[in-house]
């Protein structure tokens, strides 16, 4: 049986420990490299977003749709508006994304394939609909569920069922509302 010294111990952990730094130095540029703009279609070079984004979120009704608008331009800043079918208030909520933001919102953006989503997801009819829009440059997709229903709870409903137009819709819907509430504030 080998007995190791504290000689030879302490030998082996400095071999050990430039090894040690270079694999999780490796790691750590690995990790980055997969959240850089080389590898996401809908981040820059600079790492901002390709094009405004806008998320619509508005309710049928007597007077038409009406609701609010969040607006965030590719360096991350953002506002919010109401809105009455085509006339908009002056902003009443205003923030900004951070780096980190505009990556989780590019990746779901890409993770979902919104480039391949369609203008118009199909649903079912419902009288005034919860209609939902999500506007990317000039690549536009839109998606009524029934009134009053939330995000949430559309999502929960086609949980157990395969991938959808829906699900993917609703997915990249949910991460975006869940930016803008935190990073925009009223004025």
């Known amino acids: 049986m080998r007995l190791f010294t504290m000689e030879k111990l302490?030998?082996?952990?400095?071999?050990?420990?430039?090894?040690?730094?270079?694999?999780?130095?490796l790691g750590?540029?690995?990790?980055?490299?997969?959240?850089?703009p080389d590898n996401n279609p809908f981040?820059?070079?600079?790492?901002?977003?390709?094009a405004e984004l806008e998320f619509q979120d508005g309710q049928m009704?007597?007077?038409?749709?009406?609701?609010?608008?969040?607006?965030?331009?590719?360096?991350?800043?953002?506002?919010?508006?109401?809105?009455?079918?085509?006339?908009?208030?002056p902003p009443h909520?205003?923030?900004k994304l951070?780096?980190?933001?505009?990556?989780?919102?590019?990746?779901?953006?890409?993770?979902?394939?919104?480039?391949?989503?369609?203008?118009?997801?199909?649903s079912e009819p419902t009288l005034n609909p919860h209609s939902i829009t999500i506007r990317l440059g000039e690549k536009l997709s839109t998606l009524e569920l029934p009134n009053n229903q939330s995000i949430e709870y559309a999502l929960i409903k086609l949980q157990n069922r395969h991938e959808t137009l829906q699900s993917r819709f609703l997915t990249i819907a949910q991460?975006?509302?869940r930016l803008v509430q935190q990073h925009c504030e009223d004025n």
């Open 61 to 89: 009704g007597f007077v038409g749709i009406s609701g609010i608008s969040w607006t965030i331009l590719p360096n991350g800043n953002c506002q919010a508006a109401r809105f009455i079918n085509d006339t908009f208030s």
């Open 175 to 177: 991460v975006i509302n």
């Open 93 to 95: 909520q205003t923030g």
């Open 10 to 25: 302490f030998d082996l952990y400095q071999r050990l420990i430039p090894v040690t730094i270079l694999v999780s130095f």
């Open 43 to 50: 981040l820059t070079e600079e790492g901002h977003l390709i």
């Open 98 to 122: 951070d780096q980190q933001d505009l990556v989780t919102l590019s990746n779901i953006l890409f993770d979902q394939n919104f480039a391949d989503l369609s203008s118009e997801i199909p």
């Open 28 to 36: 750590f540029m690995t990790a980055m490299a997969m959240n850089t």
